[in-house]
């Protein structure tokens, strides 16, 4: 940049090639920074999920060898218990749908990709 401006001031580059220059380096260097920013979020995002991870599987080991689940397990594992609706009001089996603080889910997709790196 500092050359392609020495170069322009010297008159060994044509204005509107400089011009031209300037301008397609500025949107390279906003262009960066955008996907800069978005790889810092996602950074964080994992971070904070590996965090999360972490936590959950350290609460899981304390509660491996329980012989039954207590009130405490509960509250520190599950977010919430979501009940159906009766079988005769809905014709259907009643469903419940047990929430956990984590998504299990994610934590074992999580827990394999560090397998396979």
């Not at 790889?39 to 995002?45: A, I, P, R, Y």
């Not at 009001?89 to 047990?98: C, F, H, P, S, Y």
């Amino acid at each position: 940049m500092q050359i392609a401006y020495e170069d322009r001031l010297k008159g060994k580059m044509p204005e509107d090639i400089c011009l031209n220059f300037i301008q397609k380096y500025s949107e390279e260097q906003k262009t960066l920074a955008t996907e800069i920013a978005e790889l810092e979020e996602k950074q964080s995002e994992a971070e904070t999920a590996r965090q999360s991870v972490d936590e959950f599987i350290q609460s899981i080991k304390k509660y491996l060898e329980a012989p039954e689940l207590t009130r405490e397990m509960c509250y520190e594992l599950i977010d919430r218990i979501i009940v159906g609706g009766l079988p005769k009001v809905t014709g259907k089996e009643r469903t419940i749908e047990i929430v956990y603080k984590v998504d299990i889910a994610s934590v074992l997709r999580y827990k394999l990709n560090d397998l396979n790196k």
